[in-house]
């Protein structure tokens, strides 16, 4: 047998009929293959790369004969070689179609994980807001949430909640209480009442990170006073300069936000300037339509003329919910981009790394450090994280204002909860529908997709509005995540080809 013919034998055994888990990436300067099987991105040749994608996209046979005719006898031997000696050095190219998940903290014992290992929870005070977002999810044109209402969460429905925190997290160190809304400065007695009550019932060896989020236009003086005296991390929403934020940030007679909310995070920034304690200032940033990289520079250059911000300020950019503006406010100019969000980000990331504007590096940090942080194995294992989804009732837990506990604040108002403060967690909902249903009907889905260990889908993409698992709906968005997921891939690549170590700080990055 020919060194041609033993090398296409050796080659159809991996490529013939099912083909192995693995996308070819191709940056500005060089070729690579990411292999799902051990995580690994390897750099190859040119002539490899061709090949490869030729054998991972193709027809066996047909593969090879264009290859052959196009390059030529001996570039194929040379390149097939190369593959067959990678395959056996590396392990790469042998992770066929997934048969099972399994990896992730979710197919452990949920009773014994959820007893000990209880992150954070997150209070939801009020339904009542003092603002009218025009992209904002509680409105009455987003259906699949609540609307908003004057409900509000009782001192006793926040203590049981707490409680449940206290009574689940013993085998935690660190742990968070969250407060959302509506607006939580309107329960602004009750967000002290909780922090003093949490201080109170929890250990001193347990350290406690409280989190409000905010559009700060309610913020007194008094209230930014004990947010940083008690050291918590302060979440402000403010869309960028007056005529961005004001188009859609308004209160129910359509008067603009932008002085109030500037003034609260001018107040809170000086503040914790002057703090020695340990809390942060964050930026919530909603990128609007029209979508546009000029605007993106002018959203940018408000924010880094903003002098009093604090040094450590995060700023983080997202598009608005699907389906959460109403046509009316596109005024003809509709959603279509000229640069992406993360392309902009990218673009302007790519010349300062960590020296980057803040916004910037919200939008790019997170997503690289999944990269660098990611587990490279020395040989593939036949089982896979269940998506990007947390351990329902580990994380984040959304307590509504009448004690429901909620996977997070993102999930459709009907999805199945994940148990009451009163009763606790409802262990058998949680494994029936959020591990085995979810599992079984997602695998087929995902079985063959290159990019089962990256992938970062989450319970939010696949409960419809009727609060149901619909596994339709969460196939439709899977194309946009996995290019995305590639793009990044691409991206990241490209910075340690042009930097390498750059990126090194990235490996201690705290992940959320």
């Given at each position: 047998m020919s060194e041609k013919d033993l090398l296409i034998v050796l080659l159809e055994q991996v490529f013939g009929t099912e083909k192995p888990l693995a996308r070819m990436l191709r940056t500005p300067n060089g070729y690579y293959l990411y292999d799902t099987g051990t995580n690994k991105i390897l750099a190859c040749r040119k002539e490899v790369y061709l090949l490869l994608d030729n054998l991972l996209n193709q027809d066996f046979h047909h593969a090879v004969d264009d290859y052959i005719s196009l390059y030529g006898e001996a570039r194929f031997i040379e390149a097939s070689k190369e593959i067959v000696e990678a395959m056996e050095k590396?392990?790469?190219l042998s992770a066929k179609k997934a048969t099972r998940f399994g990896?992730?903290?979710?197919?452990?014992?949920?009773?014994?994980?959820?007893?000990?290992?209880?992150?954070?929870i997150n209070l939801e005070v009020t339904q009542e807001c003092n603002l009218r977002c025009g992209?904002?999810?509680?409105?009455?044109?987003?259906?699949?949430?609540?609307?908003?209402?004057?409900?509000?969460?009782?001192?006793d429905t926040a203590c049981k909640a707490i409680r449940l925190l206290k009574d689940h997290s013993s085998g935690k160190d660190t742990l968070s209480i969250g407060v959302y809304g509506g607006e939580p400065l309107k329960k602004f007695s009750l967000i002290r009442e909780c922090v003093r009550?949490?201080?109170?019932?929890?250990?001193?060896?347990?350290?406690?990170?409280?989190?409000?989020?905010?559009?700060?236009?309610?913020?007194?003086?008094?209230?930014?006073?004990?947010?940083?005296k008690e050291g918590v991390n302060v979440t402000v929403s403010l869309?960028?300069?007056?005529?961005?934020?004001?188009?859609?940030?308004?209160?129910?007679?359509?008067?603009?936000?932008?002085?109030?909310?500037?003034?609260?995070?001018?107040?809170?920034?000086?503040?914790?300037?002057?703090?020695?304690k340990k809390g942060r200032l964050l930026i919530n940033v909603v990128y609007t339509p029209p979508f546009s990289g000029e605007k993106m520079d002018t959203i940018n250059r408000f924010f880094r003329g903003l002098e009093w911000l604090p040094g450590n300020v995060h700023i983080i950019s997202s598009y608005p919910a699907d389906n959460s503006i109403p046509p009316g406010y596109t005024h003809g100019d509709g959603a279509e981009e000229d640069e992406p969000l993360f392309d902009w980000a990218f673009k302007n990331y790519r010349t300062g790394f960590e020296k980057s504007d803040a916004l910037v590096k919200g939008q790019i940090e997170e997503r690289f450090a999944k990269f660098i942080q990611r587990p490279v194995l020395s040989e593939p294992v036949d089982r896979y994280m269940l998506n990007g989804c947390c351990v329902p009732g580990q994380?984040?837990?959304y307590i509504t204002a009448d004690g429901y506990i909620q996977v997070c604040e993102k999930m459709p108002?009907?999805?199945?909860?994940?148990?009451h403060v009163d009763t606790g967690f409802d262990y058998e909902t949680i494994e029936r529908i959020y591990i085995r249903e979810y599992a079984q009907k997602s695998l087929p889905v995902c079985a063959g997709c290159w990019g089962?260990?990256?992938?970062?889908?989450?319970?939010?993409?696949v409960f419809n509005e009727k609060g149901q698992l619909d596994i339709d709906k969460k196939s439709r968005h899977c194309a946009s995540v996995m290019a995305h997921v590639e793009q990044s891939l691409c991206h990241f690549v490209t910075l340690l080809e042009e930097n390498p170590g750059k990126l090194d700080y990235l490996k201690h990055f705290n992940i959320k």
């Open positions: 590396e392990k790469i990896l992730s903290g979710h197919f452990k014992n949920l009773k014994d994980l959820l007893k000990s290992e209880v992150q954070g992209y904002c999810i509680y409105q009455d044109h987003f259906t699949g949430k609540r609307n908003y209402s004057s409900k509000e969460m009782s001192f009550y949490a201080k109170e019932i929890f250990p001193r060896e347990q350290k406690i990170g409280f989190n409000v989020t905010t559009n700060a236009a309610l913020l007194t003086p008094e209230a930014a006073d004990f947010l940083v869309d960028g300069p007056r005529e961005f934020h004001d188009r859609f940030r308004t209160d129910a007679k359509g008067n603009g936000s932008f002085d109030k909310t500037l003034r609260g995070l001018k107040l809170l920034s000086e503040k914790y300037n002057r703090s020695e994380k984040k837990n108002g009907n999805s199945p909860p994940l148990g089962l260990r990256l992938c970062d889908v989450c319970y939010l993409y």
